[in-house]
């Protein structure tokens, strides 16, 4: 007969503490268990969102840690290399891994672990901590970057606030904008000054679209949202915890849309009622409604 593997995950409790009972647990814990050895099925974007964010970085953190505990010579490393180069320990090049023919402006601050790409730009005042930053991205002045994995090609403008966000290749998120716990997909924009809320103010349950694309609870108090590829949102937008907006949908800031609290299907989209709407082509038709290849 066949046994069970059992294998230990190595579990660790990380995350925020003393946060507001309202938006955490009863002893205001924000917290997720995460593995330093991880397998993760992925069926829906929330998945995305668990293997790049708590899968990903949290535990990358959590395997550096674990390192620094238990190996004094890789401390050592650290403390050497911290003092040659005059950084602060989280700013050392052992922590921080930039690429090739970078251009990062003095006054930016990174804060490893931290991976950084080739032909990356970025500007004075920039806040980096604990991200993934592909190639080919740039990142402007101000701009705040947490727990976030930015995708090959991305432009980030001036002030762009990006908080446990994975973003796919060739994005855009435009100045003033605010994105907390979403996934963005590739070749998608979002225009200035849009927000995406992560909590409830009436303190129900967050629910979003799991593996069959139904509606189910999240088991979660915050999360933000999902847009996925090809999308177009205009500026001034405001979205609502978990919602998703399908592929290829153009959003118009307009009377009765600037605010959106329900899932956006394609055929919401707004460039239907555009002239010359059909400039934007359809690059990601669902499953089974035609033959076109994704790129």
């Known amino acids: 007969d066949a046994e069970p593997l059992v294998i230990d995950l190595q579990a660790r409790e990380i995350g925020y503490y003393h946060v507001p009972t309202y938006m955490a647990s009863e002893c205001g814990d924000l917290v997720y268990q995460v593995p330093l ?12 969102f668990f293997a790049d964010i708590v899968f990903g970085l949290f535990a990358r953190g959590a395997r550096f840690e674990d390192r620094l505990k238990r190996d004094l010579g890789y401390k050592l490393k650290i403390l050497g290399k911290a003092a040659y180069e005059g950084r602060q320990l989280l700013e050392c090049s052992e922590l921080v891994r930039i690429g090739h023919n970078c251009v990062i402006d003095p006054r ?5 672990p931290t991976t950084i790409g080739d032909n990356v730009t970025i500007g004075a005042g920039a806040v980096i901590e604990n991200c993934i930053v592909g190639s080919n991205v740039n990142i402007s002045q101000d701009c705040q ?11 980030l403008p001036f002030r762009a606030s ?13 100045q003033n ?4 716990m979403c996934v963005i997909g590739r070749n998608t924009f979002i225009g200035a000054g849009t927000t995406f809320t992560d909590y409830n103010l009436i303190p129900k349950p967050i629910r979003a679209r799991d593996g069959s694309d139904k509606l189910a609870n999240a088991n979660r108090p915050v999360l933000g949202g999902c847009v996925r590829h090809n999308c177009r949102i205009g500026a001034g937008m405001l979205i609502y915890p978990a919602r998703t907006i399908e592929s290829d949908v153009v959003l118009i800031a307009q009377k009765g849309t600037r605010v959106i609290d329900h ?8 460039h239907h009622a555009l002239e010359e709407g059909n400039r934007h082509v359809r690059l990601y038709p669902r499953r089974g ?6 790129w």
């Open 177 to 180: 904008t605010c994105l907390q």
């Open 37 to 48: 050895r991880a397998l993760i099925a992925i069926d829906c974007w929330l998945h995305v």
């Open 145 to 155: 970057l947490m727990l976030s994995v930015v995708g090959d090609g991305t432009f």
């Open 108 to 112: 930016a601050v990174i804060h490893g």
């Open 263 to 270: 899932d956006i299907q394609y055929e919401d989209s707004d």
């Open 162 to 174: 990006l908080f446990m966000i994975t973003i796919m290749e060739n994005g855009m998120v435009a």
């Open 289 to 294: 409604e035609s033959d076109l290849v994704s």
